[in-house]
């Protein structure tokens, strides 16, 4: 087969950039095609297959401030000229998916999510716009909504990384989808599994506001518990700001990969505050044999089994976050097992997965 993989923008080198990798392991020969591809965090193993960029990529300041350019990515993504393949692939967390495609082209998307900001995640994104501003974002999203259900047609098959991401392709697209999860390196946590835990919790995560970090730091503020808050970001600061005077809550900025695996084989338990279309960090805790305590919605419930891998907490409120915490210090945990539940996520398995769904796709023609 002739292919084509179809990806957003290569720009920082994360899930779904792994996810791209693990694609192109299956299928080293197909051609990517991405609106924007710098050099620096992409491994040159993924650049090397790009065949095409989009003309954003020649815009000003584009690597900076691509996302500032998202009016014109649905423009920029058909005109992608994909005449010539058997088989389309898209990884869509925004435009990926509305490539164009000629008749007798299969197109399979797996897709992230459908586009946040358009949908349900739009009072997030933008609550504080006002004036001019508003009125333009809100003229802009309603085009983009209408552009991002039709284009839905135009995919063959659509697979979804959790049960949380069919059910929004359910509601917005009106399709049906298949479940394959993404991969995890859950190989570099192996002989990292330690029955010497810590007393403390980790959170690690971007430091940006709708991960809710901040409700991790004023529960155990106020608790008075151990925590290491590890990552980086733009909210560090006001993070800084609310564990101030607080002794027990201390911050590991920018852990290096081995640092990474530290952190989580000590913790005594891994703290998921907010809601992911999936959650890879639970995944990582999970293999290096520490259990969870995860905002019950999103991409938790097909990760987390309760009372036996972790615990859930229904409301974002520092009450629920601590009255699981307390919850959670009188159960027992067995971190073998609980790193046995890391598997079924395993890059191996993704691929195996993914080889057989498109064989019986294509064979089914």
Request: glycine letters at 6%; zero cysteines.
């Amino acid at each position: 087969m002739k292919i084509a993989i179809i990806h957003d923008w290569l720009i920082t080198y994360r899930g779904g950039e792994k996810v791209l990798s693990a694609f192109l392991e299956l299928y080293p020969k197909a051609d990517v095609y991405s609106l924007i591809a710098y050099k620096g965090q992409i491994p040159e193993r993924i650049l090397s297959r790009v065949r095409k960029v989009s003309f954003i990529q020649r815009l000003p300041f584009a690597k900076r401030f691509y996302r500032y350019y998202l009016p014109l990515m649905p423009m920029a993504i058909e005109g992608f000229d994909l005449s010539g393949y058997d088989l389309v692939i898209s990884l869509s967390h925004t435009v990926a998916k509305g490539v164009m495609i000629h008749p007798g082209t299969v197109h399979i998307s797996y897709l992230f999510t459908p586009v946040r900001y358009a949908w349900d995640r739009y009072f997030d994104y933008f609550k504080n716009k006002k004036g001019l501003s508003q009125l333009f974002m809100d003229g802009f999203l309603s085009y983009m909504r209408n552009w991002d259900y039709i284009t839905a047609t135009r995919v063959d098959h659509f697979i979804a990384i959790s049960s949380f991401i069919r059910s929004r392709i359910r509601k917005y697209y009106s399709r049906s989808s298949d479940l394959i999860f993404p991969p995890v390196d859950i190989s570099r946590f192996a002989g990292s599994i330690n029955d010497m835990r810590k007393d403390h919790y980790l959170v690690f995560s971007a430091f940006v506001p709708y991960k809710r970090l901040d409700l991790a730091v004023k529960a155990f503020a106020k608790s008075g518990r151990k925590l290491i808050v590890a990552g980086s970001g733009p909210g560090y600061k006001a993070l800084k700001k609310l564990a101030k005077g607080h002794s027990n809550i201390v911050f590991e900025l920018s852990p290096s990969d081995e640092k990474v695996v530290e952190l989580f084989s000590g913790a005594k338990g891994y703290i998921f505050p907010g809601f992911e279309d999936f959650g890879i960090t639970m995944v990582e805790s999970l293999a290096s044999g520490t259990p969870v305590i995860a905002f019950n919605k999103g991409g938790s419930r097909d990760i987390i089994k309760e009372g036996q891998t972790g615990i859930f907490f229904d409301r974002q409120a520092v009450s629920a976050l601590n009255a699981a915490l307390t919850r959670f210090e009188a159960m027992e945990w067995n971190a073998e097992e609980i790193s046995k539940s890391a598997a079924k996520f395993s890059k191996e398995r993704f691929k195996n997965e993914i080889k057989e769904y498109i064989n019986e796709k294509m064979e089914s023609l």
